[in-house]
């Protein structure tokens, strides 16, 4: 049973920049798609981007974020970035990473694709 865990959250003012990660424990890292979730005060979590097991493909799912967040993957080191540009306040959330049971990502995002969850981690983007 792989296990997650996301860092790298904490407090940013509008306009800068953070890079979450997402360490998975368990074997055969390099096979899962990984996606990063995010759940903003009072409202549903969201999938947010994709990264699928090799890397090679990535698939954003908020169009609001398309430009400044950008996924990556160290197979060598069982870990997912989620690299976050130009924050606004919007972007304010607990963000989690989920593992998916196979290599590539929906091209729909929903919860139940992923089985696997982190604990979150605290994005605020404030003044």
């Known amino acids: 049973q792989q296990q997650l865990v996301e860092s790298g959250g904490g407090l940013v003012q509008p306009g800068g920049s953070l890079r979450l990660s997402c360490v998975v424990s368990g074997s055969h890292f390099d096979y899962y798609a990984i996606g990063w979730f995010r759940q903003a005060p009072g409202k549903e979590r969201e999938g947010v981007i994709c990264?699928?097991?090799?890397?090679?493909?990535?698939?954003n799912y908020v169009d609001s974020v398309k430009g400044r967040f950008i996924i990556s993957r160290d197979n060598g080191k069982n870990t997912v970035y989620l690299q976050m540009n130009s924050l606004k306040p919007e972007d304010t959330a607990v963000y989690y990473c989920?593992?998916?049971?196979?290599?590539?990502?929906?091209?729909?995002?929903?919860?139940?694709?992923?089985?696997?969850w982190g604990q979150g981690t605290q994005v605020t983007v404030s003044t």
């Open positions: 990264i699928s097991g090799s890397g090679g493909e990535s698939i």
């Open positions: 989920a593992l998916r049971g196979f290599s590539g990502c929906p091209s729909t995002v929903r919860e139940s694709f992923f089985g696997a």
